[in-house]
């Protein structure tokens, strides 16, 4: 599977953006989808997930109330609306697939750059 990360950019202090994954070439069953993010200097950290089968979702504290995750499994997309962003929220953001059975994600996309100015 690959997975293709876009509309990340450079955005103001809370202001929004809203990035967009989409998944192609899958050939297994998906069990979700997540969003990551890797600052400059730290390691890659949990953003929000979403799971297909309850269309249940998951945030870190960090972007609770801020964040919201979307996505359709039928159409291999998963969406991120970021909104009231912090100069903290500036990392390269990562788009992963998780497979049916696993509890790990194992496909991850290229990544997409978000930086807010304060």
């Known amino acids: 599977v690959q997975l293709q990360a876009s509309g990340g950019g450079l955005v103001q202090a809370g202001g929004s953006l809203r990035l967009s994954c989409a998944a192609s070439g899958r050939t297994f069953s998906s069990a979700g989808m997540g969003w990551f993010r890797q600052a400059p200097g730290k390691d890659r950290e949990f953003v929000a997930r979403i799971d297909w089968n309850l269309g249940s979702t998951l945030y870190a504290d960090s972007v609770k109330g801020r964040f919201t995750i979307s996505g359709d499994n039928a159409k291999n997309t998963v969406h991120l609306q970021m909104n009231s962003l912090k100069p903290e929220d500036t990392a390269v953001y990562y788009c992963?697939?998780?497979?049916?059975?696993?509890?790990?994600?194992?496909?991850w996309g290229q990544g997409t750059l978000v930086t807010v100015s304060s």
């Open positions: 992963a697939d998780r497979r049916l059975g696993r509890t790990h994600y194992e496909y």
